[in-house]
């Protein structure tokens, strides 16, 4: 009986591990890439690499390090 439990806890477990395993093997490769890369785009989202202007300007001077600067103490 112990033996039956035993066995079936660690068919359990590399079953379970067998799944993350399969997650993160889809998430590699070039389609995986490809996808993911798709997904950010059509988020929306601007990093500060693709801001200009004024825009830019106003996220650097929202960050607390940048304000010395910006007066020109530094």
Do not use: A, I, L
């Given at each position: 009986m112990a033996d039956n439990a035993?066995?079936?806890?660690?068919?359990?477990?590399?079953?379970?591990?067998?799944a993350?395993?399969?997650k993160i093997a889809a998430g590699r490769g070039k389609e995986a890439r490809i996808a993911a890369a798709a997904a950010k785009k059509a988020s929306g989202v601007t990093t500060w690499r693709q801001m200009t202007g004024v825009r830019l300007m106003a996220h650097e001077i929202s960050?607390?390090?940048?304000?010395?600067?910006?007066?020109?103490?530094a």
């Open positions: 035993k066995y079936e806890e660690v068919t359990n477990y590399f079953k379970e591990r067998m993350v395993s399969k960050h607390v390090g940048n304000r010395p600067f910006m007066f020109g103490f």
